[in-house]
């Protein structure tokens, strides 16, 4: 780490980051697939119920892009603060 | 050819591939030994990793259990996956910036205690003896069902290909063998899926079938899933994609259950080791992105595949006389895992609501009028006729959509290829707990290298022989301990790894206090209630849910015990504060 603000800064960032991931990874899945499934199955989406989607398909893409999306963005900020790997 | 001997072909090409593999990466060190020396490449290793964490039970069990369970099945899909979100952005980075082998290792070194890493290997052993058992099993009665030989002939030979290239390459051979494991088992998981896809919707991607229309027979032009909730009505059943449905489970017992199995997935600790064999922190979170992707392959197959099984088996068995039914109904039969009692004496299959009678078929030998099979079991008063056993819908899928006798076998050698990569995960967690945490950590830090490496290996076989004997010899109680397994994993390991990384100023006294309290309340949960009959008190949360309450109480004790004692020593805090920067994790791997 380069000094002590920029380390705090890189934290920090990484926090953010991550919380801002959080809230996605739980709004779809416990938001959308379990707590208002019910009222989500009176929209359609196909032949899919959208609250019995969100259960069954759309949290899991959903989870696949998050974790991808930390990553690139991660290493983003490694270059950035200069603490990635030589 | 026959199904037999296309069997015998697709299992003896894939068991000297996996063979083979193992020696080619036979290994020296104990790095490699353990962690594949650090230089498994991200893409690999996420292959490994879906190997490793997709077991007999995801091959073979889930899509059945998800057709009888609609909606509710869904615990699984989201349960099963959503950990892996909370692995790559709380956990993996940073145990691989700490580089060392065990999960065991992390406990013990951030919370400066041998008590800690004591608490933390005894879970990780009875995580993964509780897991190991039940892929030994499966491999038995793939065998048996597939190759005609004995379940117990079956489990010995899983347990001597096992131990060949578990002990010879370590996690290093464990690892490229796993790899692949998982490219068969995926083939093997999606062939009779696009195949049945096809017939039934017009499609061959399941994932799109599963939201489309039906193509064929009375309900052409219809959408799947209205179909299926229109027959489960009729017959009884709630709506296919009704959630908390009467008589089901309520949303916070859904809610709870997903949340211990996701939790309990990220401190499984064969999962969590596979993020030490990468060379960096960056291949350590795309490694479980990849993971994560190779997995959801499956995952989001598997709810089509359990649709389409259950619209396939109402069409083809409900309301039909039993001497037109189907051939595979009666192989089934014959099996033990289907039977129909008459209980109208119409000769018509009535499938309702309900259990057909108490317990699993008990056959009498006898046969009757229309050439069923007899059962002395106790019938229970409601209208259902038949008895379905959920392991069925997979393995006799390619049956039920008349596919070649080679897809059968490929389905056989996927089952095992699923159940031997879980099983050599486990298998080299227990040993590097006993060899590496255990005896060297904890009994004689002066070992050397080679006397290290050759324990790890008798460990192994140790291990296999107990798994072994489990396989041969089923605790009564297999299906309940797997709610202690993820259980146990969601309230020791999850918070204490998270905290430990993300607040310095979490300390020893917490990390003990927390576990203890985490594991106890969740041990005495679920023993109350599997193994005395005890009631759901705890707001109606069943067994398998409880780790999430187990969870959130060793969270808080952990916090508030390390606020009211004195903070970690400077060394380990600088310690979390140099696990936080992702620079160096190559250089850093030393003991």
Known sequence: MADNTSAAQYWKANIRLVIGCLIVWFVVSYGCGILFAESLNSIRLGGYKLGFWFAQQGSIYTFVFLIFFYAIRMNQLDRKFNVEEK | ?591
């Open chain 2, 1 to 591: 050819m026959s199904i037999l001997d296309w069997t015998y072909i697709m299992v003896g090409v894939t068991f000297t591939l996996y063979l083979s593999i193992a020696w080619i990466s036979m290994v020296k060190t104990t790095k490699g030994f353990y962690v594949a020396g650090g230089g498994v490449s991200p893409l690999a290793n996420g292959m490994a990793t879906a190997a490793d964490w997709m077991s007999a039970a995801s091959f073979i069990s889930m899509a059945g259990l998800i057709s009888f369970m609609g909606y509710t099945g869904s615990i699984y899909l989201l349960g099963w996956t959503g950990g892996y979100v909370l692995l790559a952005l709380l956990l993996a980075p940073y145990l691989r910036k700490f580089g060392k082998f065990t999960v065991p290792d992390f406990v013990g070194d951030r919370y400066y205690s041998n008590t800690a890493r004591f608490i933390a290997l005894i879970c990780a052993i009875f995580i993964s003896f509780t897991y190991v058992a039940g892929q030994m099993r499966g491999v038995g009665i793939v065998f048996s069902r597939f190759l005609e030989v004995d379940v117990n002939t079956g489990v010995l030979i899983g347990m001597a290909i096992v131990f060949l290239y578990a002990s010879l390459g370590g996690m290093k051979g464990i690892t490229y063998t796993q790899v692949a494991q998982y490219s068969v088992l995926i083939i093997a998981y999606l062939v009779p899926a696009i195949a049945i896809s096809l017939k039934i919707t017009g499609t061959p991607i399941p994932q799109l079938g599963f939201g489309g229309v039906i193509a064929e027979g009375v309900d052409n032009g219809k959408y799947l899933l209205e179909t299926l909730n229109r027959l489960n009505v009729e017959l009884g059943f709630a709506e296919y994609t009704k959630p908390f449905a009467e008589g089901g489970k309520s949303m916070l017992d859904v809610f709870c259950i997903t949340l211990a199995l996701m939790v309990g997935t990220a401190g499984l600790p064969h999962v969590i080791v596979r993020f030490y064999t990468v060379p960096n922190v960056r291949g350590a979170r795309l490694s479980a992105g990849y993971a994560l992707l190779f997995i959801a392959v499956l995952y989001t197959t598997a709810p089509a595949v359990a649709s389409f099984s259950r619209y396939n088996m109402i069409n083809s068995i409900s309301n039909v006389s039993y001497d037109k039914s189907p051939a595979w109904f009666k192989n089934w039969e014959q099996t033990g895992l289907m039977a129909w009692v008459d209980k109208n004496h119409d000769s018509i299959i009535n499938y309702r609501s309900g259990k057909p009678f108490i317990g699993k078929p008990q056959f009498t030998g006898e046969t009757g009028s229309y050439g069923q099979l007899i059962v002395s079991n106790t019938l229970t008063d409601n209208d259902n006729e038949i008895y379905i056993d959920r392991d069925i819908m997979v393995l006799a899928n390619p049956e039920i959509a008349n596919l070649p006798n080679w897809v059968i076998a490929l389905v056989a050698a996927g089952g095992l290829a699923a159940a031997l990569s879980t099983a050599s995960g486990l298998l080299l967690v227990i040993s590097s707990s006993i060899s590496h945490d255990f005896y060297y950590r904890l009994i004689n830090r002066n070992a050397s290298e080679k006397q290290r490496l050759l324990l790890g290996r008798i460990m192994i076989g140790f291990a296999v022989c107990v798994a072994g004997y489990f396989g041969i010899h089923p605790p009564g109680f297999v299906a309940q301990v797997v709610a202690f397994a993820f259980g146990l994993a969601a309230s020791s390991f999850f918070p204490i790894l998270f905290l430990g990384i993300f607040s310095k100023r979490t300390n020893r006294e917490g990390a003990i206090c927390g576990m203890s309290a985490g594991i106890l309340f969740t041990i005495i949960y679920i023993i109350n209630i599997k193994f005395f009959g005890g009631t759901t008190w705890c707001l109606g949360i069943s067994a398998e849910g409880i780790g999430s309450v187990g969870m959130l109480l060793n969270l808080v004790v952990t916090i508030v015990v390390s606020l009211l004692t004195t903070p970690p020593p400077q060394e380990v805090q600088d310690m979390v504060d140099n696990i936080r920067f992702p620079r160096g994790a190559g250089a850093h791997f030393n003991n």
